[in-house]
């Protein structure tokens, strides 16, 4: 008796489910329909279309930035690295090893004095080039493949009595090696960094040109050897400082 009773209460408690127009008891997650499914997926493939071209286009404009970045730091240790033998003296004629620009070409100030220097045809693995058709290949990672190709020219400028410079103009070009040497045709122009999804100006022209003057300095002939370098280069005959009389 008491065991019916109590089971008639229970069951009075228990939510009555109609059939016939609650399909599963209310409070039931039912999920994504189908058609909700395939809206969510083509919303998604839309966004992604939108979208991958603006990731490719950001990925590529990165890249081109660091290659330029590290092509602009291998000319200026090119340029720290001659001043440094310049300045130290041990050097001659020969051992500074660096191509001379056409005979022409008295100062690498004037943009068209910079051109009249071709760009390089090919690419000399083992040391620097005396000549400005070749340029010397550089591997920046160590991982066996060359990374960049660096031409360095120089004018005449002025020279000790036995011809070893002491005062010119040094230009320095970095290419990327693989444009090199391959049949294209190269510019001297420094390429532009813009937004890009390919190997944009970098593909014709170099990635980084430093154009600077090396005065040896230190010593009691540098302020004469100056002085002979500005009248040579700009074709004047400025009086001679009585130091170097």
Same mark, same amino acid.
């Given at each position: 008796?008491?065991?019916?009773?109590?089971?008639?209460?229970?069951?009075?408690?228990?939510?009555?489910?109609?059939?016939?127009?609650?399909?599963?008891?209310?409070?039931?997650?039912?999920?994504?329909?189908?058609?909700?499914?395939?809206?969510?997926?083509?919303?998604?493939?839309?966004?992604?279309?939108?979208?991958?071209?603006?990731?490719?286009?950001?990925?590529?404009?990165? *890249?081109?930035?660091? $290659? =330029?970045?590290?092509?602009?730091?291998?000319?200026?240790?090119? /340029? %720290?690295?001659?001043? &440094?033998?310049?300045?130290?003296?041990?050097?001659?004629?020969?051992?500074?090893?660096?191509?001379?620009?056409?005979?022409?070409?008295?100062?690498?100030?004037?943009?068209?004095?910079?051109?009249?220097?071709?760009?390089?045809?090919?690419?000399?693995?083992?040391?620097?080039?005396?000549?400005?058709?070749?340029?010397?290949?550089?591997?920046?990672?160590?991982?066996?493949?060359?990374?960049?190709?660096?031409?360095?020219?120089?004018?005449?400028?002025?020279?000790?009595?036995?011809?070893?410079?002491?005062?010119?103009?040094?230009? *320095?070009?970095?290419? $990327? =090696?693989?444009?090199?040497?391959?049949?294209?045709?190269?510019? /001297? %122009?420094?390429?532009? &960094?813009?937004?890009?999804?390919?190997?944009?100006?970098?593909?014709?022209?170099?990635?980084?040109?430093?154009?600077?003057?090396?005065?040896?300095?230190?010593?009691?002939?540098?302020?004469?050897?100056?002085?002979?370098?500005?009248?040579?280069?700009?074709?004047?005959?400025?009086?001679?400082?009585?130091?170097?009389?």
């Amino acid at each position: 008796m008491f065991s019916k009773s109590w089971q008639l209460r229970l069951s009075s408690l228990r939510p009555t489910v109609n059939r016939a127009t609650d399909a599963y008891p209310k409070g039931d997650n039912r999920g994504l329909t189908l058609i909700e499914g395939l809206v969510a997926i083509a919303v998604i493939g839309i966004s992604l279309s939108v979208m991958s071209p603006m990731i490719i286009l950001s990925v590529a404009s990165r *890249v081109q930035s660091q $290659r =330029a970045e590290q092509a602009f730091q291998v000319a200026q240790a090119e /340029v %720290d690295r001659i001043k &440094l033998i310049v300045d130290r003296g041990d050097y001659d004629a020969n051992t500074l090893n660096i191509a001379p620009t056409p005979a022409a070409v008295q100062s690498l100030k004037d943009p068209a004095d910079q051109i009249a220097v071709p760009a390089p045809k090919n690419i000399n693995n083992t040391q620097y080039s005396t000549t400005a058709d070749s340029a010397r290949s550089i591997d920046v990672n160590n991982d066996g493949d060359d990374d960049f190709a660096v031409q360095i020219f120089k004018t005449v400028g002025s020279t000790t009595s036995t011809g070893v410079p002491v005062a010119f103009d040094l230009g *320095v070009r970095v290419y $990327r =090696a693989d444009v090199v040497g391959v049949g294209k045709t190269l510019g /001297v %122009d420094q390429a532009s &960094l813009r937004l890009t999804n390919d190997e944009g100006e970098s593909a014709t022209r170099p990635l980084a040109n430093i154009y600077t003057s090396i005065i040896k300095s230190g010593t009691e002939r540098s302020l004469c050897d100056y002085h002979n370098f500005i009248n040579s280069v700009n074709g004047t005959t400025v009086s001679t400082p009585s130091e170097c009389d």
